[in-house]
Protein backbone atom coordinates (compact mmCIF):
# COMPACT_ATOMS: atom_id res chain seq x y z
CA UNK A 1 0.00 0.00 0.00
CA UNK A 2 1.01 3.02 -1.00
CA UNK A 3 2.89 5.79 2.24
CA UNK A 4 -0.48 7.98 3.32
CA UNK A 5 1.64 11.49 3.59
CA UNK A 6 -1.73 13.38 4.36
CA UNK A 7 -4.02 13.23 7.18
CA UNK A 8 -5.87 14.83 10.09
CA UNK A 9 -4.53 14.07 14.21
CA UNK A 10 -7.49 14.02 16.54
CA UNK A 11 -6.21 15.00 20.30
CA UNK A 12 -7.71 13.85 23.44
CA UNK A 13 -8.34 11.33 25.46
CA UNK A 14 -9.14 8.31 23.46
CA UNK A 15 -11.65 5.32 24.06
CA UNK A 16 -9.68 2.10 22.87
CA UNK A 17 -10.64 -1.15 23.04
CA UNK A 18 -7.71 -1.47 25.67
CA UNK A 19 -9.30 1.32 27.67
CA UNK A 20 -9.52 5.30 27.48
CA UNK A 21 -5.69 6.37 26.93
CA UNK A 22 -4.70 10.20 28.34
CA UNK A 23 -3.29 12.40 25.99
CA UNK A 24 -4.04 10.44 23.34
CA UNK A 25 -4.42 10.88 19.58
CA UNK A 26 -6.11 9.74 16.39
CA UNK A 27 -4.20 9.61 13.02
CA UNK A 28 -6.74 9.97 10.12
CA UNK A 29 -6.79 9.71 6.71
CA UNK A 30 -8.34 8.05 3.49
CA UNK A 31 -11.47 7.43 5.43
CA UNK A 32 -9.29 5.16 7.66
CA UNK A 33 -7.68 5.49 11.14
CA UNK A 34 -4.00 4.25 11.12
CA UNK A 35 -3.14 5.18 14.98
CA UNK A 36 -5.01 5.10 17.77
CA UNK A 37 -2.94 5.68 21.12
CA UNK A 38 -0.40 7.71 23.05
CA UNK A 39 0.56 10.66 21.46
CA UNK A 40 4.01 10.42 22.78
CA UNK A 41 4.02 7.43 20.68
CA UNK A 42 2.75 8.55 17.41
CA UNK A 43 4.72 7.45 15.09
CA UNK A 44 6.81 9.85 13.43
CA UNK A 45 5.50 9.48 10.14
CA UNK A 46 2.86 11.65 10.96
CA UNK A 47 3.69 14.16 13.02
CA UNK A 48 3.67 16.63 10.43
CA UNK A 49 0.24 16.04 9.73
CA UNK A 50 -2.09 18.91 10.98
CA UNK A 51 -4.18 19.14 13.51
CA UNK A 52 -7.88 18.29 12.94
CA UNK A 53 -9.25 20.41 16.04
CA UNK A 54 -8.26 22.38 19.19
CA UNK A 55 -10.61 21.10 21.98
CA UNK A 56 -7.73 18.76 23.03
CA UNK A 57 -8.46 19.71 26.87
CA UNK A 58 -10.18 17.11 28.64
CA UNK A 59 -12.30 16.10 25.51
CA UNK A 60 -13.09 12.52 24.86
CA UNK A 61 -12.78 10.62 21.62
CA UNK A 62 -14.71 7.89 21.00
CA UNK A 63 -15.98 5.43 18.48
CA UNK A 64 -18.74 7.00 16.33
CA UNK A 65 -22.43 5.57 17.45
CA UNK A 66 -24.43 2.51 15.26
CA UNK A 67 -28.00 2.30 15.70
CA UNK A 68 -29.56 -0.41 14.32
CA UNK A 69 -33.54 0.43 15.07
CA UNK A 70 -34.43 3.87 13.69
CA UNK A 71 -37.83 5.34 12.04
CA UNK A 72 -36.63 8.66 10.57
CA UNK A 73 -36.03 12.19 12.13
CA UNK A 74 -36.04 15.68 11.10
CA UNK A 75 -38.73 15.72 9.37
CA UNK A 76 -38.87 12.38 7.49
CA UNK A 77 -40.34 8.72 7.90
CA UNK A 78 -38.29 5.68 6.12
CA UNK A 79 -41.32 4.32 5.70
CA UNK A 80 -41.99 7.44 2.64
CA UNK A 81 -38.53 8.25 1.90
CA UNK A 82 -37.12 9.38 -1.47
CA UNK A 83 -33.10 10.00 -1.99
CA UNK A 84 -33.67 13.80 -0.11
CA UNK A 85 -35.54 12.55 2.83
CA UNK A 86 -32.43 9.91 3.35
CA UNK A 87 -30.16 12.39 3.03
CA UNK A 88 -32.08 14.59 5.23
CA UNK A 89 -32.53 11.23 7.82
CA UNK A 90 -28.92 10.70 7.79
CA UNK A 91 -27.50 13.93 7.82
CA UNK A 92 -29.65 15.17 11.07
CA UNK A 93 -28.69 11.64 12.88
CA UNK A 94 -25.00 12.23 11.77
CA UNK A 95 -25.50 15.37 13.24
CA UNK A 96 -26.12 13.28 16.88
CA UNK A 97 -23.46 11.03 16.54
CA UNK A 98 -24.52 8.40 14.31
CA UNK A 99 -22.44 7.13 12.02
CA UNK A 100 -23.95 3.69 10.71
CA UNK A 101 -27.81 2.91 10.97
CA UNK A 102 -30.40 0.56 9.39
CA UNK A 103 -33.40 2.12 8.12
CA UNK A 104 -36.07 0.41 9.89
CA UNK A 105 -39.62 0.25 8.61
CA UNK A 106 -43.07 -0.30 10.22
CA UNK A 107 -45.51 -2.96 10.09
CA UNK A 108 -46.83 -2.56 6.21
CA UNK A 109 -48.33 -3.61 3.35
CA UNK A 110 -46.07 -5.71 1.00
CA UNK A 111 -45.80 -3.30 -1.91
CA UNK A 112 -45.08 -0.44 0.49
CA UNK A 113 -41.88 -2.68 2.40
CA UNK A 114 -41.37 -3.36 -1.46
CA UNK A 115 -40.36 0.36 -2.27
CA UNK A 116 -38.40 1.12 0.86
CA UNK A 117 -36.20 -1.70 -0.31
CA UNK A 118 -36.05 -0.08 -3.61
CA UNK A 119 -34.98 3.17 -2.06
CA UNK A 120 -32.48 2.20 0.35
CA UNK A 121 -30.99 0.06 -2.05
CA UNK A 122 -30.89 2.88 -4.56
CA UNK A 123 -29.30 5.19 -2.46
CA UNK A 124 -27.32 3.04 -0.87
CA UNK A 125 -25.23 2.66 -4.60
CA UNK A 126 -23.64 5.71 -4.37
CA UNK A 127 -21.63 7.36 -1.82
CA UNK A 128 -23.46 8.39 1.26
CA UNK A 129 -21.85 11.78 2.84
CA UNK A 130 -23.49 11.31 6.44
CA UNK A 131 -24.18 8.22 8.72
CA UNK A 132 -24.06 5.14 6.83
CA UNK A 133 -27.24 3.31 5.61
CA UNK A 134 -25.99 -0.52 6.26
CA UNK A 135 -29.12 -1.71 5.11
CA UNK A 136 -32.79 -2.20 6.29
CA UNK A 137 -34.78 -3.67 9.84
CA UNK A 138 -37.58 -5.02 8.64
CA UNK A 139 -39.82 -3.98 12.11
CA UNK A 140 -42.83 -6.41 10.89
CA UNK A 141 -45.18 -7.39 9.47
CA UNK A 142 -44.58 -10.41 11.15
CA UNK A 143 -45.30 -9.36 14.46
CA UNK A 144 -48.87 -10.24 16.78
CA UNK A 145 -51.73 -8.51 16.96
CA UNK A 146 -51.65 -8.43 20.56
CA UNK A 147 -48.79 -6.63 20.72
CA UNK A 148 -49.00 -4.29 17.93
CA UNK A 149 -48.09 -0.41 19.84
CA UNK A 150 -47.95 1.83 17.70
CA UNK A 151 -47.42 -0.86 14.30
CA UNK A 152 -51.06 -0.98 12.97
CA UNK A 153 -52.71 -3.91 13.26
CA UNK A 154 -54.03 -4.06 9.75
CA UNK A 155 -50.97 -5.01 8.08
CA UNK A 156 -49.48 -7.82 10.56
CA UNK A 157 -49.45 -10.91 8.83
CA UNK A 158 -48.05 -14.15 9.37
CA UNK A 159 -44.33 -14.93 8.87
CA UNK A 160 -43.45 -15.19 5.18
CA UNK A 161 -39.96 -17.06 3.80
CA UNK A 162 -41.33 -16.76 0.15
CA UNK A 163 -41.18 -13.38 0.66
CA UNK A 164 -38.24 -13.26 2.68
CA UNK A 165 -36.46 -15.17 -0.73
CA UNK A 166 -37.32 -12.95 -3.05
CA UNK A 167 -36.37 -9.47 -1.37
CA UNK A 168 -32.82 -11.30 -0.83
CA UNK A 169 -32.61 -12.33 -4.12
CA UNK A 170 -33.49 -8.58 -5.57
CA UNK A 171 -31.35 -7.40 -2.81
CA UNK A 172 -28.96 -9.44 -1.62
CA UNK A 173 -27.48 -8.62 2.06
CA UNK A 174 -30.30 -5.50 2.28
CA UNK A 175 -32.37 -6.80 4.85
CA UNK A 176 -29.64 -6.89 8.22
CA UNK A 177 -32.65 -7.27 10.73
CA UNK A 178 -36.39 -9.08 10.83
CA UNK A 179 -38.52 -8.44 13.67
CA UNK A 180 -40.74 -11.27 14.44
CA UNK A 181 -43.36 -12.63 17.03
CA UNK A 182 -41.91 -15.82 17.68
CA UNK A 183 -45.45 -17.77 18.35
CA UNK A 184 -46.80 -16.69 15.02
CA UNK A 185 -47.80 -19.27 12.11
CA UNK A 186 -44.55 -19.50 10.16
CA UNK A 187 -42.40 -18.34 12.82
CA UNK A 188 -39.95 -20.57 13.70
CA UNK A 189 -39.33 -21.58 9.97
CA UNK A 190 -38.91 -17.97 9.07
CA UNK A 191 -36.01 -17.80 12.11
CA UNK A 192 -34.04 -20.53 10.83
CA UNK A 193 -34.34 -18.63 7.38
CA UNK A 194 -33.11 -15.80 8.70
CA UNK A 195 -29.79 -16.97 10.55
CA UNK A 196 -29.06 -19.06 7.60
CA UNK A 197 -28.68 -16.12 5.66
CA UNK A 198 -26.86 -13.60 8.25
CA UNK A 199 -29.54 -11.80 9.25
CA UNK A 200 -30.72 -10.99 12.69
CA UNK A 201 -34.05 -12.34 14.15
CA UNK A 202 -35.13 -10.41 16.50
CA UNK A 203 -37.99 -11.21 19.11
CA UNK A 204 -40.48 -8.06 19.11
CA UNK A 205 -44.25 -7.25 19.66
CA UNK A 206 -45.19 -10.54 20.68
CA UNK A 207 -46.99 -12.38 23.06
CA UNK A 208 -44.97 -15.50 23.40
CA UNK A 209 -44.04 -17.30 26.76
CA UNK A 210 -40.88 -18.22 28.36
CA UNK A 211 -40.87 -21.63 26.75
CA UNK A 212 -41.90 -20.14 23.42
CA UNK A 213 -39.05 -17.32 23.40
CA UNK A 214 -36.53 -20.16 24.44
CA UNK A 215 -37.75 -22.81 21.79
CA UNK A 216 -37.05 -19.69 19.33
CA UNK A 217 -33.86 -19.14 20.66
CA UNK A 218 -33.24 -23.26 19.93
CA UNK A 219 -34.09 -22.36 16.48
CA UNK A 220 -31.86 -19.44 16.11
CA UNK A 221 -33.83 -16.38 17.86
CA UNK A 222 -30.77 -14.00 18.60
CA UNK A 223 -31.96 -10.42 20.06
CA UNK A 224 -34.87 -8.60 21.26
CA UNK A 225 -35.90 -5.43 19.83
CA UNK A 226 -37.13 -2.23 22.41
CA UNK A 227 -36.45 -4.42 25.66
CA UNK A 228 -39.49 -4.47 27.97
CA UNK A 229 -41.50 -2.60 25.51
CA UNK A 230 -44.36 -4.83 23.90
CA UNK A 231 -43.70 -8.01 25.09
CA UNK A 232 -45.01 -10.29 27.60
CA UNK A 233 -43.76 -8.64 31.06
CA UNK A 234 -41.71 -10.84 34.11
CA UNK A 235 -43.55 -12.22 36.20
CA UNK A 236 -41.97 -14.76 39.55
CA UNK A 237 -44.53 -17.68 38.20
CA UNK A 238 -44.61 -16.63 33.93
CA UNK A 239 -41.27 -15.04 33.33
CA UNK A 240 -42.68 -14.39 30.02
CA UNK A 241 -40.60 -13.09 26.89
CA UNK A 242 -38.96 -10.31 29.21
CA UNK A 243 -37.79 -13.09 31.15
CA UNK A 244 -36.64 -15.17 28.72
CA UNK A 245 -34.73 -12.31 27.59
CA UNK A 246 -33.07 -11.46 30.96
CA UNK A 247 -32.37 -15.33 30.78
CA UNK A 248 -30.91 -16.61 27.74
CA UNK A 249 -27.38 -15.50 26.68
CA UNK A 250 -27.99 -16.08 23.28
CA UNK A 251 -30.09 -13.40 22.90
CA UNK A 252 -29.00 -9.82 22.47
CA UNK A 253 -31.19 -6.77 24.16
CA UNK A 254 -31.99 -3.32 22.49
CA UNK A 255 -32.71 -1.09 25.21
CA UNK A 256 -34.46 2.64 24.23
CA UNK A 257 -32.64 5.19 26.87
CA UNK A 258 -34.68 8.08 27.68
CA UNK A 259 -35.60 7.90 30.94
CA UNK A 260 -39.95 7.53 29.31
CA UNK A 261 -39.56 3.69 27.85
CA UNK A 262 -37.75 2.23 30.56
CA UNK A 263 -36.95 3.04 34.22
CA UNK A 264 -33.48 3.07 34.70
CA UNK A 265 -33.42 0.70 37.50
CA UNK A 266 -34.94 -1.68 35.11
CA UNK A 267 -32.05 -0.66 32.49
CA UNK A 268 -29.46 -1.40 34.81
CA UNK A 269 -30.50 -4.90 35.55
CA UNK A 270 -30.50 -5.61 32.21
CA UNK A 271 -26.87 -4.51 31.63
CA UNK A 272 -25.63 -6.21 34.21
CA UNK A 273 -27.13 -9.57 33.03
CA UNK A 274 -26.64 -8.53 29.68
CA UNK A 275 -22.45 -7.50 30.11
CA UNK A 276 -20.47 -9.40 27.91
CA UNK A 277 -21.78 -7.45 24.11
CA UNK A 278 -25.27 -8.51 24.33
CA UNK A 279 -26.66 -4.51 25.46
CA UNK A 280 -27.38 -2.37 21.91
CA UNK A 281 -28.40 1.19 22.40
CA UNK A 282 -31.28 2.19 20.31
CA UNK A 283 -33.05 5.31 19.34
CA UNK A 284 -36.32 3.80 17.80
CA UNK A 285 -36.62 7.18 16.70
CA UNK A 286 -39.29 8.63 14.48
CA UNK A 287 -39.85 11.26 12.03
CA UNK A 288 -40.32 14.21 15.07
CA UNK A 289 -36.93 13.72 16.16
CA UNK A 290 -34.70 17.06 16.15
CA UNK A 291 -38.45 19.29 16.09
CA UNK A 292 -40.59 20.82 18.28
CA UNK A 293 -44.02 19.32 19.39
CA UNK A 294 -46.86 18.76 17.25
CA UNK A 295 -48.84 16.44 15.69
CA UNK A 296 -46.62 13.46 12.89
CA UNK A 297 -46.83 10.36 11.66
CA UNK A 298 -45.47 6.81 12.48
CA UNK A 299 -46.00 4.73 9.23
CA UNK A 300 -49.74 5.57 8.47
CA UNK A 301 -50.52 5.95 12.19
CA UNK A 302 -50.94 9.84 13.30
CA UNK A 303 -49.00 10.52 16.58
CA UNK A 304 -49.11 13.51 19.27
CA UNK A 305 -45.67 14.76 20.11
CA UNK A 306 -45.72 16.47 24.18
CA UNK A 307 -42.69 17.75 25.65
CA UNK A 308 -41.06 16.00 23.10
CA UNK A 309 -42.98 12.24 23.72
CA UNK A 310 -44.36 10.87 21.21
CA UNK A 311 -48.11 9.13 21.84
CA UNK A 312 -50.59 7.40 18.94
CA UNK A 313 -53.06 9.80 18.59
CA UNK A 314 -55.85 7.77 18.88
CA UNK A 315 -54.48 5.53 21.36
CA UNK A 316 -52.56 8.35 24.32
CA UNK A 317 -51.67 4.95 26.45
CA UNK A 318 -49.22 3.37 23.81
CA UNK A 319 -45.54 5.19 22.89
CA UNK A 320 -45.24 5.79 19.10
CA UNK A 321 -41.34 5.01 18.96
CA UNK A 322 -39.22 8.03 20.57
CA UNK A 323 -37.64 11.11 19.56
CA UNK A 324 -33.97 10.45 21.06
CA UNK A 325 -30.94 10.49 19.50
CA UNK A 326 -27.93 8.23 20.04
CA UNK A 327 -26.12 10.94 22.02
CA UNK A 328 -29.06 11.72 24.71
CA UNK A 329 -29.03 8.09 24.90
CA UNK A 330 -25.56 7.42 25.60
CA UNK A 331 -25.35 10.26 28.37
CA UNK A 332 -28.77 8.62 29.60
CA UNK A 333 -26.67 5.07 30.16
CA UNK A 334 -23.95 6.92 32.15
CA UNK A 335 -25.42 9.75 34.08
CA UNK A 336 -28.43 8.35 35.02
CA UNK A 337 -27.70 4.40 34.83
CA UNK A 338 -24.16 4.07 35.96
CA UNK A 339 -22.43 2.16 33.02
CA UNK A 340 -19.00 3.63 32.38
CA UNK A 341 -18.04 5.39 29.41
CA UNK A 342 -16.27 2.08 27.80
CA UNK A 343 -19.68 -0.17 28.74
CA UNK A 344 -22.26 2.69 27.16
CA UNK A 345 -19.76 3.12 24.42
CA UNK A 346 -20.14 -0.94 23.80
CA UNK A 347 -23.65 -0.64 23.96
CA UNK A 348 -23.51 1.91 21.52
CA UNK A 349 -20.79 1.24 18.92
CA UNK A 350 -19.24 -2.24 19.21
CA UNK A 351 -21.90 -4.56 20.00
CA UNK A 352 -24.41 -2.90 17.35
CA UNK A 353 -21.51 -3.34 15.07
CA UNK A 354 -21.31 -7.29 15.81
CA UNK A 355 -24.75 -7.64 15.21
CA UNK A 356 -24.34 -6.60 11.91
CA UNK A 357 -21.42 -8.11 11.53
CA UNK A 358 -19.23 -5.02 10.63
CA UNK A 359 -17.16 -5.31 13.74
CA UNK A 360 -13.67 -5.57 11.66
CA UNK A 361 -14.48 -2.09 10.29
CA UNK A 362 -16.27 -0.34 12.87
CA UNK A 363 -17.50 0.10 16.38
CA UNK A 364 -14.24 0.95 18.03
CA UNK A 365 -10.95 3.49 17.25
CA UNK A 366 -8.19 1.01 16.35
CA UNK A 367 -5.94 1.54 13.38
CA UNK A 368 -7.16 0.13 10.04
CA UNK A 369 -11.25 0.68 11.11
CA UNK A 370 -12.83 3.58 9.19
CA UNK A 371 -12.80 6.90 10.51
CA UNK A 372 -15.94 7.28 12.50
CA UNK A 373 -15.14 9.06 15.21
CA UNK A 374 -16.54 11.57 17.87
CA UNK A 375 -15.34 14.08 20.37
CA UNK A 376 -16.88 14.97 23.38
CA UNK A 377 -16.68 17.77 26.08
CA UNK A 378 -16.28 16.75 29.60
CA UNK A 379 -20.39 16.83 29.97
CA UNK A 380 -20.77 14.45 27.44
CA UNK A 381 -21.76 16.91 25.09
CA UNK A 382 -20.92 16.42 21.34
CA UNK A 383 -18.32 18.81 20.36
CA UNK A 384 -17.35 17.06 16.69
CA UNK A 385 -18.66 14.22 14.43
CA UNK A 386 -15.98 12.49 11.91
CA UNK A 387 -17.54 9.55 9.62
CA UNK A 388 -15.19 7.86 7.12
CA UNK A 389 -12.23 9.65 7.91
CA UNK A 390 -14.11 13.42 7.17
CA UNK A 391 -15.23 15.67 9.32
CA UNK A 392 -19.06 16.64 8.59
CA UNK A 393 -20.54 19.94 9.41
CA UNK A 394 -20.43 21.00 13.53
CA UNK A 395 -23.21 19.19 15.08
CA UNK A 396 -26.40 20.16 16.44
CA UNK A 397 -26.43 20.64 20.28
CA UNK A 398 -28.88 17.88 21.73
Same mark, same amino acid.
Given at each position: ?????????????????????????????????????????????????????????????????????????????????????????????????????????????????????????????????????????????????????????????????????????????????????????????????????????????????????????????????????????????????????????????????????????????????????????????????????? &?? =? !? @?? *????? #?????? /??????????????????????????????????????????????? &?? =? !? @?? *????? #?????? /???????????????????????
Amino acid at each position: MAKITTGRLLFGNVLTPAGIIREGVIAVSEEAIHYAGEAAWLPEAYTQWPAGNEKTSGGLLIPGFVDVHVHGGDGFDFMYADADALTAITRYHASQGTTTMLATTMTAGKKDIDRVLSEVHAFRSAPMPYAQLAGVHLEGPFISPKWSGAQNPEHIVPANVEWLEQWETLYPGLIRQVTIAPEGEGALRAITWLRKHGVTAALGHTNASFEEVIAAADAGLNQAVHMFNAMTPLHHRKPGAAGAILFDARIRAEIIADGIHVHPAAISVLARLKKEGNLLLITDAMSATGLSDG &EY =T !I @GD *LPVLV #RDGVAR /LKENPEALAGSTLTMIRGFRYLVQEVGLTLEEASRAASLTPAQALGL &ER =T !I @GT *LEAGK #RGDILL /LDNELNLQEVWINGRKIADPQMP
